[in-house]
């Protein structure tokens, strides 16, 4: 029976297993000998000549799917067929139309009718893939389903419960912010304000502002942090000057390093500062940040150095901490490094 | 000349150069993270120069507010953009150029 058949685009996501699960108690269920496809679309065009790293993976990949299969359905195991395809090698599948027309493709050539998305199945990365998929492969005439399987809360959702009190904060300082640029109190302005204000906070109040704040302690930072932006301020001239030299001498002396180390610092606002601030610090730039991780590329051996002595991370922790958090062991103390290092322990 | 275009002059002067350092940089750094730091950077100082010396031309005034504002901003945003090119470099898997590229490594 082709109708109880599903085609099944699959990637490496954390909900992959439990799509796997969901299919496959589906297909046992379903009369007849439906057969489930799992299709691995890579994105990358594969030449004849050598197997891409992502053709390996996908291979890999399908494998343990079907052992899955195979674990799940135990003894129905024979009233379902199973099947495995990687596709779209021959081409670049950029953009969700395109896994759609390679998806629709797959679908077409084996009659099946019905696709069940993992609710993570994203392999384009940061970009939502999914509500375009979907409506580009309904738009193709398959029936289109998401897998209702439960996501982990891996990230703290975008929305947070929120009060009049924060629509009420959000709604006046965008009204004052409105007011200030316009510079003036005209009717007009005012009107046109209240409206500006009241749109961004009635879409934006549950986004922005985030839960209680106090009172006591956002003034001892606020006072914290009126210290530390002169000081970041001095620290980006003097940096700057440096990087001056470096780009204008005739022989280019860099030596541009990546740096990783873990910060000690504890939560997201203090590691965005800190983050920022290493980034406008000239001759050091974050390159990713994981929770307390930093990966940061330096220019020069005296940026790098500046950077591993911990002033910033220091005065950072002083503004978000207090005084006596800043008095806690450099970075270079606490054993970060550099990669020459540690290559030179891998050879 | 009255101190405050002198100070006015000296931070055009300042902004201008730092602008040029970013341009210089972008032209001879080796790779795209060397770039970013010349380009992001060194800027970021040069236009906070030059809306300084905005500031200060219109002394206390509407438009000296905006010009913060605009300084504040771009220290926010300069950076996070950096961050963003930095952090997309590495995705893609480009490797860092280092001073030992020509080595017998």
New interface residues.
Partial sequence: MAGDDLLVPVDDSVTLRKTVAYVAERAADADGRPTLHFVYPVSERIDTSEEGAEATAAVELLDRIEVWVEEDLGEDADSVGVETAVVGQTEYLFNPGDYADVLADYARRHGVETVVLDPEYNPL?MAPLLPPLEGELEAAGLTVELAPVERPTRRSPLTRTAGLGQFVVLFCSTYAFYL??S?TLSTFDLATGAITAGVVSALLWRITTRGEVELSKLGGRLARFALYVPFLLWE??K??LD??YV??HPR?P?????VEFDAAVWSALPATTL???I?????T????VTQRHF?V?S?TAGARDDLLDGALERAVRFVFYGRRAARIASPAERGART??ETEGENE | MTPREIAVLALVAGGAFFAFVAAVGLLRLPDVYTRTHGASKSDTLGAGLALAAVAITFGFDLSSVKAALLVLFMFITNPTAAHAIARAAEDQGIEPWTTDEGDSE
């Fill in positions: 990365g200030l640029v510079g980006i001239v940096a700057n990087i001056a780009v204008l280019l860099i030596d541009p390093r990546v983050a920022n601030s980034t406008l610090t000239p001759g730039l974050t390159v990713d990966t590329h220019l990669d020459d």
